[in-house]
């Protein structure tokens, strides 16, 4: 071959590879996800796609034939489903416990689909599957039909706005390819789902063992004229919602390379823009409109849902990351409560009271449940009472932000109504949520500004207000340091005013019990009670078990920096039963007594005091003094004149 046509046949093969990447680029893709009741063949069903489109190489083949040996539960076949069961504990008890990813594609387009477990204990898997899916494959034994775990995942797929839904009738070789079954049971979920809002809902009789009617029509059905599974997922209609959504834009990120550039970069969640249209700025009401659009490959006239863009504006008005920008003629909820359902993935219970980090698009805030509306029954969806949340449970919430924040119902924008809780203290994930509507309460309501304020209460008593939250076991000391304190304060002229736990259950937190709930509902209404009179300018000394590190941080944010004082007062429990004042201890270990801490309730040790009080053969004088010490060095105890000069109180 000459070296005219050798370069030839590599600028033909150079222009077969790049129109094979823009091919693939141009194909649209869908994501689904694969549910149902455990052993309905889920993890077989998804083999069966890859082996059935050749995505799988051929060391992966061998390593599939070795497992098959080793750990397969259909003889002397390969085991499609340890394609997907990835985790050794899955491989070994023939079940999905994590979420597993693959990637697959045809000719006609991309998918990537999400294997979810079948076991209820794995409902907070299933969920995360769900919530970025378009199509929901849900799985059901023809043997077996409709089984609780079923409607569970069907509930939760509608609940999670999956408005595209294939029954898959699996395992139809089990019942003999029988038509009357596959009948009886599709006309079953029919009746069933008729109250969920999906748009299509497609039966299929298979087996995606043998690969009937999977990627390729079935010989033993020809009753059976619908799609096959394959030919359903490359036709089904998807993203026509989100196109017609009004527009929303998180600005993720305020992108400024230099001083004559200020763009708004992020991945449109709703709608179209185009050059010229009217953005508002969704919590301030400021409007601009768009001076251009860029992409990553060039400035382009026009961008949709899904892509990622940087847009500049006519105007400079204030915008930072965690801002929605919106059609200004179609905006969204701008509020600081909401009602929204939320699915609990924590083994921890939530509690109604307890402040977590809210997530929300690209805007994070403080936020709490304020009211369990009620919980869900997922197996009846019955609405039930309840006081908490455990793992997996579903409620309907009412919850309160530190701060307004713009959203939409979860049914008109999946991206914008849709929120994450973390634990302040682990910062794990710990519920999702989708927002059903913004409540309107006390709009007419305003901070009002006084003429006497903080500074000036302060500067007249010549102290820095402050809050000593002590903290420690029933028995350790509290309420006798946090009284020595008092009263040494008291003695220098200082004007002071103690919250002891238990005068406050006597009048304020009367109607309150010792539940982990009660407990949180208890700090967090003595957290305000400081607040006040830390505004009244007054050295504030709080003594309460106050076992949670999530409340002791939720009273330290209601104040500014350095007014709060967190001081722990570590007695070993040992010490704290051997002086057992009230014979507390002693009545809790005999089941007299429930939710007592450190027997039957935890107490969560303090990480980042400001204090820690050793109190085991001392003089309590003396440890009052270390408090006292500690003001003073820190300048809590001031004459008027210096607190007038130093400002910033």
């Known amino acids: 071959m000459s070296s005219l046509e050798t370069n030839a046949l590599a600028t033909a093969s150079e222009e077969a590879v790049t129109e094979y990447i823009l091919a693939q680029e141009e194909k649209d893709q869908l994501r689904f996800l694969t549910c149902g009741s455990v052993d309905d063949g889920k993890s077989t069903l998804i083999g069966r796609l890859l082996y059935d489109t050749k995505l799988i190489f051929e060391d992966q083949l061998a390593a599939l034939e070795k497992d098959s040996r080793r750990h397969g539960t259909v003889g002397e076949d390969i085991d499609l489903a340890l394609l997907v069961d990835g985790l050794e504990a899955e491989r070994e008890q023939g079940i999905t416990i994590d979420v597993a990813y693959r990637f697959f594609a045809t000719d006609k387009r991309k998918f990537i689909v999400a294997d979810t477990p079948g076991h209820e204990q794995y409902t907070r898997?299933?969920?995360?599957?769900?919530?970025?899916?378009?199509?929901?494959?849900?799985?059901?034994?023809?043997?077996?039909?409709?089984?609780?775990?079923?409607?569970?995942?069907?509930?939760?797929?509608?609940?999670?706005?999956?408005?595209?839904?294939?029954?898959?009738?699996?395992?139809?070789?089990?019942?003999?390819?029988?038509?009357?079954?596959?009948?009886?049971?599709?006309?079953?979920?029919?009746?069933?789902?008729?109250?969920?809002?999906?748009?299509?809902?497609?039966?299929?009789?298979?087996?995606?063992?043998?690969?009937?009617?999977?990627?390729?029509?079935?010989?033993?059905?020809?009753?059976?004229?619908?799609?096959?599974?394959?030919?359903?997922?490359?036709?089904?209609?998807?993203?026509?919602?989100?196109?017609?959504?009004?527009?929303?834009?998180?600005?993720?990120?305020?992108?400024?390379?230099?001083?004559?550039?200020?763009?708004?970069?992020?991945?449109?969640?709703?709608?179209?823009?185009?050059?010229?249209?009217?953005?508002?700025?969704?919590?301030?009401?400021?409007?601009?409109?768009?001076?251009?659009?860029?992409?990553?490959?060039?400035?382009?006239?026009?961008?949709?849902?899904?892509?990622?863009?940087?847009?500049?504006?006519?105007?400079?008005?204030?915008?930072?990351?965690?801002?929605?920008?919106?059609?200004?003629?179609?905006?969204?909820?701008?509020?600081?409560?909401?009602?929204?359902?939320?699915?609990?993935?924590?083994?921890?219970?939530?509690?109604?009271g307890r402040?977590?980090?809210?997530?929300?698009?690209?805007?994070?805030?403080?936020?709490?449940?304020?009211?369990?509306?009620?919980?869900?029954?997922?197996?009846?969806?019955?609405?039930?009472?309840?006081?908490?949340?455990?793992?997996?449970?579903?409620?309907?919430?009412?919850?309160?932000?530190?701060?307004?924040?713009?959203?939409?119902?979860?049914?008109?924008?999946?991206?914008?109504g849709s929120f994450i809780l973390i634990d302040r203290v682990t910062n794990a994930t710990v519920g999702a949520g989708m927002v059903w509507f913004a409540l309107r309460r006390a709009t007419n309501i305003h901070w009002q500004a006084l003429d006497v304020d903080k500074a000036a209460r302060a500067e007249s008593l010549g102290q820095r207000p402050a809050v000593l939250w002590f903290t420690g076991l029933s028995g350790s000391g509290k309420s006798t340091i946090a009284s020595i304190v008092e009263k040494k304060l008291h003695l220098e002229g200082r004007r002071t005013y103690t919250l002891d736990g238990d005068n406050v259950r006597h009048g304020l937190n009367k109607d309150l019990g010792f539940t982990d709930a009660d407990r949180v509902e208890n700090i967090r209404r003595v957290g305000e009670v400081s607040r006040l009179f830390v505004d009244s300018g007054l050295i504030t000394l709080v003594s309460f078990i106050s076992p949670f590190r999530a409340e002791r941080q939720m009273a330290r944010d209601l104040l500014k920096d350095g007014e709060f004082i967190e001081i722990f007062v570590d007695t070993p429990i040992e010490e704290c039963k051997k002086r057992d004042p009230k014979g507390l201890y002693a009545k809790a270990e005999a089941g007299e007594i429930k939710h007592f801490t450190g027997i039957d309730s935890p107490y969560e040790i303090p990480e980042n005091p400001e204090l820690v009080l050793k109190n085991v053969g001392r003089d309590p004088e003396d440890v009052a003094e270390d408090v006292i010490r500690y003001l003073r060095d820190n300048n809590y105890l001031l004459s008027p004149s210096i607190v007038s000069g130093g400002g910033g109180i």
């Not at 006239?301 to 990622?308: L, T």
Request: glycine fraction near 6%; charged fraction near 20%.
């Open 125 to 352: 898997n299933m969920a995360t599957g769900a919530s970025t899916a378009d199509l929901a494959v849900l799985l059901v034994d023809a043997r077996h039909g409709l089984m609780v775990q079923t409607r569970r995942h069907a509930f939760i797929a509608s609940l999670l706005g999956i408005r595209h839904v294939v029954l898959a009738v699996n395992k139809i070789d089990l019942a003999d390819f029988s038509e009357a079954r596959f009948n009886e049971i599709r006309e079953t979920f029919q009746q069933f789902a008729s109250g969920f809002d999906f748009e299509t809902l497609v039966a299929i009789p298979m087996s995606a063992r043998y690969g009937d009617n999977v990627t390729g029509r079935s010989e033993n059905m020809g009753w059976y004229q619908g799609p096959t599974l394959l030919e359903h997922l490359e036709t089904v209609q998807i993203g026509e919602h989100e196109l017609n959504q009004p527009f929303r834009f998180p600005v993720q990120w305020v992108n400024r390379p230099n001083l004559d550039f200020r763009g708004y970069s992020g991945t449109i969640a709703g709608g179209v823009v185009k050059k010229g249209d009217e953005l508002v700025v969704s919590a301030s009401g400021k409007t601009s409109k768009v001076a251009s659009i860029l992409t990553p490959v060039g400035e382009a006239d026009a961008a949709r849902a899904g892509e990622a863009v940087t847009l500049t504006l006519e105007d400079e008005i204030d915008i930072s990351r965690g801002d929605l920008l919106a059609d200004a003629t179609a905006r969204p909820d701008v509020a600081d409560q909401m009602a929204a359902h939320l699915i609990w993935m924590a083994e921890d219970a939530l509690l109604p």
């Open 355 to 416: 402040s977590y980090l809210m997530k929300i698009g690209t805007r994070s805030v403080t936020a709490a449940v304020t009211e369990i509306k009620h919980k869900i029954n997922v197996n009846t969806f019955e609405h039930v009472a309840g006081k908490q949340l455990e793992l997996n449970e579903i409620a309907f919430c009412n919850l309160a932000m530190s701060a307004p924040v713009a959203f939409d119902p979860y049914e008109a924008n999946r991206s914008t």
